[in-house]
C-alpha cells in the first residue's frame, strides 16, 4: 500500500508564493509520473501539472504556466509544486496523484486578501 501526504497549502494573499510538497511512502516498488490536480468550490477537479519519472518532461494547464513549477526528488519519494504570483481563481483543494492510482488526501490552499 502507498500513502501520499500533501504539505504546504495555507492562506497567501494575490501575488504571493506557496511550495507544496508531497511525500509518498509504503510499499513504493516503481517509479511513476506525478501529478498535481486542485479542485475549487463548486467546480471539477482539474489536472494542474504533471511530471515524468525522470523529471525532464513537464506539462501544465495553461491558466498556470509561467507561474507554477513541477519537480521532484526521487530519492525522497516527493513532489513539490512551487507557485507564485497566485491570483484567487487559484483557491481550492490541491491533490497529488502517483501514477494512475494513488491520491493523497489534499491540502488547501487559499488566495485571497
Known amino acids: 500500500q502507498v500513502q501520499l501526504v500533501e504539505s504546504g497549502g495555507g492562506l497567501v494573499q494575490p501575488g504571493g508564493s506557496l511550495r507544496l510538497s508531497c511525500a509518498a511512502s509504503?510499499?513504493?516498488?516503481?517509479?511513476?509520473?506525478m501529478s498535481w490536480f486542485r479542485q475549487a468550490p463548486g467546480k471539477q477537479r482539474e489536472l494542474v501539472a504533471s511530471?515524468?519519472?525522470?523529471?525532464?518532461?513537464?506539462n501544465y494547464v495553461d491558466s498556470v504556466k509561467g507561474r507554477f513549477t513541477i519537480s521532484r526528488d526521487n530519492a525522497a519519494n516527493t513532489v513539490y509544486l512551487q507557485m507564485n504570483s497566485l491570483k484567487p481563481e487559484d483557491t481550492g483543494f490541491y491533490y497529488c496523484?502517483?501514477?494512475?492510482?494513488?491520491w493523497g488526501p489534499g491540502t488547501q490552499v487559499i488566495v485571497s486578501s
Open positions: 496523484k502517483m501514477g494512475p492510482t494513488y
Open positions: 509504503g510499499s513504493i516498488s516503481d517509479l511513476y509520473y
Open positions: 511530471i515524468n519519472i525522470g523529471g525532464e518532461i513537464t
